[in-house]
């Protein structure tokens, strides 16, 4: 589970079932559920199960709507206005559970300007959020943050190897994976630190995420040995504010052109080679013993 405002991974559900579905794990999460916290995901987790029960723990959902979600329109759409995905519509329904409760919900549907991955030209967003609270704009634009989830796992698999192939036993794969979580959320404040001090557009845009592990990674081992234990200690009695003001004084310090990402440029169409159309096809094998014949004929 990943908190965007923090950038950090605050919980997660091992299992060691690797063909288990995220529904089988429904019963672990709803109960992590704290009043007035918004959760933001996937039609994986729109069933009536999951929305009820965020709802009963005092909490919110913004859930991309699943096509066999079952509910009924109290009301037809109305258009909210234009987002930077498409233009966003509005209208109210009612979710109904198998024990007869009901759930009023907010459905909010986007017209891509361009299709999805999926191909996908509308997607429809269901919240409990009032639109007191938050209009549809809004929640359109708190939905598209979603895919930070998916940049995390690319940091882990990518930077941090999360997976490792030869860990055949589920209890080591899982320990490794959680590993690789907790140097994430070390990576995320270093990342926070440097934020602070350069600026957050700078950070996300300019550094790569891949040079600050590969940094950390290189310098460990001979930082550990020289640099003795008792010089660690200082960190452990500084208070929250005493250690934030020491992360950023250290930031300042970070000359961030060794860390510059080297974004790969467009592709460049390549032409079709036109000088052998029409021309029959010789190997270079074939060429290579026919020049062998002649040159062991006499």
Known sequence: MLDPSLMLAVDVFPC???????RSLF????????????????????????????AAHKGYFIIRQHQTMPWQATNDFRLVGQSDSGTVFEQNIILSADDGQLLKV????????????DGDREIFILTNLSSAVIDALLIAQLYRKRWKLETLFQVLTENLCCEINTLGYPKAALF???????AYNVLSVVKAALRS????????TEVSTYYLADEIKGTYRGMMIAIPPEEWSVFHNMTFTE????????AGLVKLRAFRRHPRGPKIAQS?????????HVSTAKILNQKKLEKNTP
């Open 176 to 182: 490794t994976f959680c590993i690789a979580l907790v």
């Open 16 to 22: 060691e079932d690797g063909h288990a579905q995220e």
């Open 243 to 250: 250690l934030s003001q020491t992360l950023k004084h250290l």
């Open 272 to 280: 079709k080679r036109t000088y052998l159309k029409n021309k029959p």
């Open 197 to 204: 001090v350069h600026g957050t557009d700078k950070i996300e």
């Open 27 to 54: 019963d672990e999460v709803l109960p992590t559920v704290e009043e007035d916290d918004v959760w933001i995901a996937d039609r994986n987790f729109c069933t009536l199960k999951f929305l009820f029960g965020v």
């Open 106 to 117: 907010r459905r909010v549907k986007i017209c891509l300007e361009q299709p999805n991955r």
